[in-house]
């Protein structure tokens, strides 16, 4: 429970990868019930908005607590990524991906296996420790296509050098190896503004997003800083197509 600030935010969502035949999807429904009542999709807000209080977990005993109240799971270890998007000597965002068998399937050589990526937003805490103040949790099932498709992907991101990461507060830095084919957008909570400078999460933002930067700082002060707000309105105007291309990078 350390591991999290006081005031951390933990959101979860499932969605299944793919479109149509492709698409794939839980076989037990039981399941996947289970995941989809605290989904929040930025994409689907009207159908959750109202129960907003339910499904967005504040403060380290509730994220613990509904971690812990998650269906059973065995992790794939050695199938793990880690993706650095941003750092700095105040702020770090990076994303653990990976496969994973749940419910009954744990603990067997069950094919069936599933998708997760943990995006996680941390900060110092001092004596060499760090503290999530943010962490966004995404599942997806997975058809053996998609699974031999990440096995693919994992293989050449070990065979590709990466680069070290240099912290500095000036010129935070950005790893270009993306997590293979899932979304990913992540959004400082409101309560992460008194640690970091708005500078700094203009930056995140303006990175995540792929905004300009005086795009990205409108869209931050058009809603007060409050990340989740304003991400979730992006996700909106750009799967509208209201955001004019020059908009972005």
Known sequence: MAAYDDQALFTLTIEPIGEGSERAMYSDSAMFKEYRQDSHNVLM??????YRAKIVQKGSLNVVSRLCRLPKTEHLKDTFLVDVSFAS????????????RDGDNAGTNSEELRFFARTFLVVPRGEGKIAVVNEQLYISALTAGHAKLYYVQLNKSLQTPQEPVALSSANPAVINQQPPQMPNLSMAPPAAAAAVSREQLLAQFSQESGLKPEWAEKCLADHDYNYERAGSVFMELKRMGKIPQEAFH
């Open 45 to 50: 807000m009207d159908k959750w908005e109202r």
């Open 89 to 100: 000597d105040n702020l770090m965002c990076f994303t653990l991906q990976g496969l994973f």
